[in-house]
């Protein structure tokens, strides 16, 4: 049901070859089942055919000034992907001394932060020799492993009755267009230590205090009545939780995080921040639990039509929902490190846009870059105006920057948040 683009825009201050970026681009696909894979329509829905799919794709154009990769990034975002080329493509902005590299890929097979591990990847072999070992396709009965629910014919029945209810939604002839407009902004140095600092004295994930201040910035500027039901964050299934999945592999679907909105606003902002942080343990401790019923039911699910899905969407228009089903995604990328110490270039930025072809975004990204958190803002017209959008964003960073700046009674229990807001 996921129809969309990720781009991720890599500037690097140095030089390389081109037969050295056309053989980091194979390796990388070589090693990754999901960019060795072509989408195939059939007459019930997509599949996946593993190991046939051509080089990645690599368009060259001369860089002729600094903002050249808004436009390359904006045509490659509404570029679909055919089915006989792989699900990733690169385009190289290049100049004598500084160069932007575009990764592109579906939104269908990579998350954020998968798309971090092709960036890293690809620059990696930029310089080294190292051999990426290829691996091998993860289907769904991998991910499902010997889970079998308590009562079988409950499942089969709840989907029956999905399936049937879903084939009930009169299909649409037209798409309907996406009007996403983005913010993008940082906060700099001292402030991002800052906020790490405080939320470290206050026994507080950077993530809790992230999702208070944009619950409580969205219940100030949209009011009860139009605020989003939930805030989502995506969870990565990696990183030693699932047995089945490296922390190196390209992955989508592991779970989500779901926060109801407009939740204890009477209650302190840093005691609020701990209530989320210890709820967000016991949801993804939940959801670990609950990926392989997950899958299993999915699987007897059948596919959505493109059609009905934009019947959905525009009942969602007429309903006034923001954002798809109601809610508004927050993913945290955390710090972001792609370049070795060693390599012949230097990173000096890297940015990342997402555009969907079907359902409506309405989503907040952060990480941290060189010691600085960064955030990009994604929204269609439909869910927030522009105006909204700028008002939720000098609201969030008010409020961040209130919470990190110590009163006067508690700033001798944080000296080094106050010599770090003082820099």
């Known amino acids: 049901m996921i129809d969309g683009n990720i781009v991720y825009m890599v500037r690097l201050e140095g030089s390389f070859q081109e037969d050295r970026l056309r053989s980091a681009l194979s390796r ?3 090693k990754h089942p999901a960019l060795r894979m072509l989408i195939r329509k059939e007459r019930d829905g997509l599949y996946y055919e593993e190991g046939c799919a051509p080089d990645v794709p690599l368009r060259i154009v001369p860089r002729m000034a600094e903002d050249d990769y808004q436009r390359e990034s904006y045509a490659e975002l509404r570029k679909v992907f055919v089915e006989d080329q792989p699900l990733l493509r690169a385009v190289w902005l290049q100049s ?9 890929t579906s939104h269908r097979i990579c998350d954020g932060m998968s798309m971090l591990t092709i960036v ?5 072999a930029l310089h080294s020799d190292e051999e990426l070992v290829p691996y091998e396709p993860i289907s769904a009965k991998v991910m499902i492993g010997d889970y079998q629910p308590q009562h079988p014919w409950k499942r089969k029945l709840a989907a029956s009755l999905l399936n049937g209810a879903l084939r009930l939604i009169p299909g649409s002839s037209s798409t309907s267009e996406n009007n996403e407009y983005t913010l993008e902004w940082s906060v700099g140095s001292s402030l991002t230590e800052a906020l790490k600092l405080r939320c470290k004295a206050e026994g507080v994930s950077v993530h809790a205090a992230l999702v208070v201040a944009l619950d409580r910035s969205l219940f100030k500027i949209l009011g009860k009545k139009k605020l989003p039901g939930w805030i989502e964050s995506p969870m990565d299934a990696r990183r030693g939780r699932l047995a089945a999945l490296k922390s190196d592999m390209l992955f989508f679907g592991g779970g989500s995080l779901k926060m109801r909105t407009g939740q204890a606003l009477e209650e302190g902002f840093w005691a609020r921040g701990r209530a989320v942080n210890e709820a967000i343990r016991r949801m993804v ?13 999915n699987e007897l699910l059948r596919p959505v039509s493109n059609g009905r899905i934009q019947t959905m969407v525009r009942l969602g ?6 954002g798809s089903w109601n809610r508004l995604a927050l993913s ?18 890297l940015r990342l846009y997402v555009h969907s072809f079907n359902f409506r975004l309405l989503g907040l990204v952060a990480y941290a ?6 955030f990009y803002y994604v929204g269609d017209e439909k869910c927030l105006s522009r105006a909204q959008a700028n008002a939720l964003k000098q609201e969030f960073m008010a409020l961040l920057q209130h919470q990190v700046e110590p ?3 508690d700033a001798k229990d944080f000296p080094l948040v106050a010599a770090a807001v003082a820099q």
């Open 285 to 297: 401790d939940q959801e670990m639990l609950d990926i392989p019923g997950r899958y299993y039911f």
């Open 317 to 322: 228009d007429a309903l006034h929902v923001n």
């Open 28 to 30: 990388v696909q070589r």
């Open 407 to 409: 009163l006067h009674d």
């Open 369 to 374: 870059l060189n010691g600085e958190m960064r």
């Open 96 to 104: 004598e001394f500084e160069s932007d590299l575009l990764l592109v």
């Open 120 to 124: 890293r990847e690809v620059l990696r």
């Open 332 to 349: 945290n990328l955390g710090n972001v490190v792609v370049n070795d110490s060693d390599a012949p270039f230097r990173l000096k930025d």
